[in-house]
């Protein structure tokens, strides 16, 4: 998830509009950031720098930053870390173009292979470099013009991409393509503007242009907005009045960055499973599995590290590993683990896992394990981070930048990677049937479809949360898969609405909790149609003869319990393995929807912090 924003024009400099719409996006990414610019005498300067926008700025203050023409990214790495070298633009070899993009370019290896045999030399490791020096092999070796090199290189190129191009042999031109990334136009007097959202044009315009995939923009200053697709046809694209304000756009629409990211949950697993799940052929593959494939197979136990929401990603975690796998799976609070002299050593895979990359714990439980000569397989979301860069081995999430303080695609994205690890490890182990793995391939396959619809529960729990806003305490249920569900229930409520809230294996409430029972206390119980079904609603029906009041999460078409519970929210009926990934959904949106009816601060809970670099 990078930003791109690009300027054309006469009269205005580019720099400061590429500056501030990179400070828009920002949220998409923030580890490197770049521009390039072509000057009057037609230069084409590239600066980029790790960091911040902010950093860029610092590091262009000596630079010529003239120009009416630019095009600049904020980068959130997927290949190569975030470094200088590796941020955007890229130039190609002979200079002439330099490149955004956001994106994967998936056969981005084998490009590299065949331009390296003719010679092509890369400054990156980034996926990002192969396309534009393919443009530009194409261009010079078939002489085309720069749109028919897009289009030929397009043709060649599998994956996703919103991209931008300059050529200093034309500079009043900028080119841009999308295909699975978003691309918006904006439409000056005499001058256009580019961005990943609008948030960078609304300021200068209000008419917009949003590429559909396959589009290709041509922006020439003095001719009309012209788009193509790869054929070359010519489209009409439909001209668009934006009315929003910034605050707005830069969530998306979304009122805060939390529930942006609860409805963006379809979108990042579709993500998280590309090119790892493989529906047609039934399988799951992570390269991380088969470059160290005897060292997991033979692993005689998994220790996980983690903390807070990755933890309970963990705790579902072991389930399915011990389930699937036959391995006997600790699951350890990475803050207890490094303090506690673990009986840990070579026999052992620890997995750590950690959206930020950077929790200080989880860093510390890692070079532990390391130092005990254990095996380490990290699980991040954060590119290039400290953990991934401290672990032998490992799979990223790829939900993109989770702003939202409140972690939660990045939970359901742990618990994705988790399923497939479990998956893939129990097909090599041949500790699962063909029958089960093929239905669970299958399966998970649907997920993000079974969350997009899901999803519309959103104004139910909305109206519910008004009722629920009085209470102090709150006690979540569940059992089997759903106990971490419960857990990751009640810390989401007790971060963001400051209600404390405690999550409970149903069937431990009659050692204690009950006590706590009234009507008071409202009690949220996952008791959807698993083996544990009937002991839930058990437990649901002795909460009720003690004056509670129940939320239950229920599989869609249950009868018996909307009888006795107070508010019924349905789910999907999907396996009991993956029932997790769809009942967390409403209880984040109920944490959320509480919070908002309390009036507090659901992006920056106070006292919370992104990313706990600090013990
Ligand atoms: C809760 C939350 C935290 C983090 C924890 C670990 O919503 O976000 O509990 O899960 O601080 O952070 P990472 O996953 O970055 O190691």
């Not at 998280?272 to 005897?294: F, P, Q």
Request: one cysteine or more; glycine letters at 8%; a negative charge.
């Amino acid at each position: 998830m990078c930003g791109i924003v690009g300027y054309l024009g006469k009269n205005r400099d580019a720099y400061p509009i590429l500056i501030k719409g990179l400070k828009r996006l920002e949220y998409r990414g923030y580890d490197s950031a770049g521009v390039a610019l072509i000057n009057e005498d037609g230069d084409l300067s590239v600066y980029k720098t790790k960091g911040k926008v902010a950093d860029l700025e610092e590091f262009c203050t000596d630079k010529d930053i003239t120009g009416h023409i630019g095009i600049a990214h904020t980068r959130w790495a997927t290949h190569g870390e975030p470094s200088s070298v590796n941020a955007h633009p890229h130039y190609s070899q002979s200079k002439n173009l330099a490149i955004i993009h956001n994106g994967i370019i998936e056969n981005y290896a084998e490009i590299k292979h065949n331009l390296m045999e003719k010679g092509i030399e890369f400054q990156s490791e980034t996926d990002t470099e192969v396309l534009v020096q393919l443009i530009d092999y194409i261009q010079t070796k078939k002489n085309l013009s720069l749109l028919m090199a897009v289009q030929v290189a397009l043709h060649q190129v599998i994956g996703a991409y919103a991209i931008a191009l300059l050529d200093k042999r034309h500079p009043d031109t900028i080119i841009a393509a999308r295909k699975q990334s978003p691309l918006v136009v904006g439409i000056g007097d005499g001058e256009f503007f580019l961005g990943s959202d609008a948030s960078p044009i609304i300021e200068y315009t209000d008419k917009v242009v949003y590429l559909d995939d396959g589009n290709i923009a041509v922006m020439k200053l003095g001719e009309e907005l012209k788009v193509v697709n790869i054929l070359n046809e010519k489209l009409s694209p439909e001209v668009q009045t934006v009315d929003i304000n910034l605050g707005q756009i830069e969530k998306g629409g979304y009122p805060h960055f939390m529930l942006k990211e609860i409805f963006e949950q379809p979108a990042c697993l579709t993500n998280c499973m590309r090119g790892r799940i493989n529906v047609e052929h039934d399988r799951v593959t992570l390269s991380a599995l088969i470059d160290h494939r005897s060292k997991l197979l033979n692993a005689k136990r998994i220790i996980i590290v983690a903390c807070g929401t990755s933890w309970h990603a963990g705790l579902i975690g072991k389930q399915m590993i011990e389930t699937f796998c036959r391995i006997p799976v600790e699951v350890e609070y990475a803050s207890e683990f490094r303090y506690r002299n673990p009986v840990v050593g070579e026999s052992d895979v620890v997995i750590a896992i950690s959206q930020s990359g950077e929790t200080a714990d989880t860093l510390a439980a890692v070079e532990l394990a390391k130092s005990r000569g254990a095996f380490i397989y990290g699980i991040c979301n954060a590119i290039g981070s400290s953990i991934p860069r401290a672990t032998d081995t490992g799979t990223y999430i790829h939900v993109g930048p989770e702003i939202g303080v409140a972690s939660t695609k990045a939970f359901t994205g742990q618990v994705t990677v988790l399923t497939m690890f479990a998956l893939a490890l129990a097909d090599a182990k041949g500790t699962v049937s063909h029958d089960e793995y093929v239905k669970t391939v299958k399966e998970l396959a649907q997920i993000p479809a079974m969350i997009k619809d899901l999803l519309k529960v959103n104004d139910q729990i909305a109206d519910m949360a008004r009722t629920f806003t009085y209470a102090r305490n709150f006690l979540y249920l569940g059992r089997g898969f759903s106990y971490p569900v419960a857990l990751e229930g009640a810390l989401k409520l007790k971060e963001i609405s400051y209600i404390h809230a405690e999550g409970y294996p149903a069937a431990e409430m009659k050692h204690g909790p009950i006590a706590l029972i009234d009507s008071d206390m409202p009690v949220v119980a996952i008791a959807t149609h698993n083996g544990m079904y009937e002991k839930v609603r058990s437990n649901i029906q002795e909460i009720k003869a003690r004056q509670g009041r129940v939320i239950a999460i229920v599989t869609k078409g249950d009868t018996t319990i909307s009888k006795i519970a107070d508010a019924v929210i349905e789910l999907p009926d999907t396996m009991d393995c993956l029932e997790p990934l769809v009942a967390t959904i409403p209880l984040q949106l109920l944490a959320y929807h509480i919070a908002v009816c309390k009036g507090k601060d659901v992006d920056q809970p106070r006292n919370l912090a992104k990313s706990v670099t600090v013990e």
